[in-house]
């Protein structure tokens, strides 16, 4: 009975469309649980381009929106006007997610739609600039939905206006994402910002050393820091030459809410004084060099001191290195500020073949100061190692208190950056799994494998005894 009272309920969903779902949903748990199932169903629509030669009026009309579970669109710079307001006056209500350029043509429609609710349910937002053209200023616009808005763009000289008004418009806006040197106004949404993430991007017309630079951010920092719970502060390359910053951020206020703080260029962003006194609820914590300079990539950083001072940082569990030096310097016995760490994310730095496998090796032997470690990740990203090389250098890693070990070669745009050179029989890495048998899950991905090294291993594991850990090869 049962069982049939749930095939009808079921079938009676199929015909609601997504709004609705939040609405039957809250009637009782077994609502819930059927109408979550059912939303899990539906697809995610993604609408990539809106030209002649890709959707026409008859797909888009045939598109049932009750079926989906959102409608995600993206424009190429030279999309039909016609073709994007025939979309949205068939599937605006659906439409959860825009991916936009500012230098569009479609931009003004796109504006015009906003002001009169066109996009109701929009609840992402990604916003592209590519030229520096001024675009005309408008009005307060209808968002009250979006929770999620990205920027991104190497000059914003023309349109901060117009940025700003977005924003001001997003009543319930809970993530910010910045790529460029951009400094809006957050006062409206200080108590809705939960997630900001700011990269600087270098573009040839910006100084980042002039007091038009990184100075503007702590005032950014200072409105959204009693409310946020998750900052990520990065430099963002747009091109593959080295380039110098010699500007610094040394002033950081109090974020008594702060969870997870990813800074992604500490030699810029400067908060080993602000720790703990200044991020008391931090429970992850990432700490990267920015190297892409070669006076960034040496074991010795011209710094005598680690960027953590000696004060106990209790709360964070889950802490994130990308500098040797710096890890090394940390796990001194009975010094290291991060007494509690269970989770620990280290990126080898980029170095030659030779140095990066030293310095892989050095790290592994001051592992036995983190005494209640129960996950270590090592990310190979920016150097083509061996496998071999590696394997050698974890013959020290001491495995007490582990659970989970991954050993990760993925470099920034996903390419594999590890190559297996092991001999046909593989040993090296079965006795490596084997010695891993008090691990729960053993995880090797962005590896260049070879397939008698992959036989040879599933060969071992079909025969491994119910303590060996689960092993993935990726």
């Known amino acids: 009975m049962v069982q049939f009272l749930i095939r009808i309920l079921s079938n009676i969903f199929s015909y609601l469309d997504t709004n609705r779902f939040k609405t039957v949903r809250k009637v009782s748990s077994i ?7 059912e939303l899990g169903m539906r697809k995610i629509f993604s609408m990539r381009l809106f030209s002649k030669s890709s959707t026409t009026a008859d797909e888009i009309q045939n598109v049932n929106p009750a079926l989906l579970k959102y409608i995600c669109l993206k424009f190429a710079y030279r999309n039909e006007e016609i073709n994007f307001q025939r979309v949205v006056s068939i599937l605006g209500r659906q439409i959860r ?57 190497n000059s914003f000289k023309n349109v901060k206006n117009n940025l700003q008004t977005i924003i001001d418009s997003a009543a319930s806006l809970k993530i910010l994402k910045i790529r460029g040197m951009l ?21 040839d017309e910006h100084n980042f050393n002039g007091p038009e ?18 900052l990520t502060l990065g430099f963002a390359e747009s091109s593959n030459f080295g380039f110098n910053v010699e500007h610094r951020v040394t002033r950081f206020p109090r974020f008594p809410k702060l969870k997870t703080f990813k800074n992604l260029a500490c030699d810029i ?61 940390i796990s001194q016995p009975l010094t290291n500020p991060f007494p509690n760490v269970a989770h620990l994310t280290f990126k080898n730095p980029r170095a030659t073949n030779y140095d990066a496998t030293a310095k892989l090796a050095n790290m592994i032997e ?42 990760i070669g993925l470099d920034g745009n996903w ?22 048998e008090p691990l729960k899950r053993l995880i090797f991905q962005g590896i260049w494998w070879k397939a008698a090294s992959v036989v ?16 993935i090869l990726a």
Not at 400 to 406: A, D, I, M, P, V
Not at 415 to 436: N, R
Request: aromatic letters at 8%; glycine letters at 4%; a negative charge.
């Open 269 to 329: 962003f400067h908060v080993g004084e602000f720790v703990p006194a200044n991020f008391p609820n931090l429970v992850s914590l990432s700490l990267e060099l920015f190297d892409v300079q070669s006076q960034h990539l040496s074991f010795d950083v011209l710094r005598d001191d680690p960027v953590i001072p000696r004060v106990l940082h209790e709360g964070v569990t889950h802490l994130h290195l990308g500098n040797t030096r710096d890890f090394i310097n």
């Open 415 to 436: 390419s594999k950056t590890v190559f297996d050179d092991l001999s046909s029989d593989a040993e090296e890495l079965i006795d490596f799994i084997a010695k891993c």
């Open 97 to 153: 997610e825009i991916h936009h350029c500012m230098d569009s043509p479609v931009w003004a429609s796109f504006l015009e739609i906003l002001s009169v609710n066109g996009l109701p349910n929009l609840v992402k937002m990604s916003i592209s600039i590519y030229s520096d053209k001024g675009v005309p200023d408008f009005g307060v616009v209808c968002l009250r939905n979006l929770k999620v808005l990205e920027v991104s763009g």
């Open 183 to 203: 400094f809006p106004d957050l006062a409206r949404c200080t108590e809705t910002l939960k997630t900001l993430d700011w990269f600087a991007v270098h573009g």
């Open 456 to 471: 040879q291993v599933m060969e071992f594991l079909a025969w491994k005894k119910p303590s060996n850990p689960v092993v």
């Open 213 to 230: 630079g990184f100075d503007q951010l702590v005032p950014l920092l200072t409105q959204v820091s009693p409310t946020l719970e998750n």
């Open 31 to 37: 609502w819930n649980t059927i109408g979550a199932t």
């Open 366 to 407: 001051s592992l036995a100061t983190w005494k209640l470690l129960t996950r270590l990740d090592i990310l190979i990203k920016n150097q083509k190692l061996e496998l071999s090389q590696i394997l050698k250098a974890l013959e020290s890693l001491d495995l007490t208190g582990l659970s989970e070990l991954r050993i």
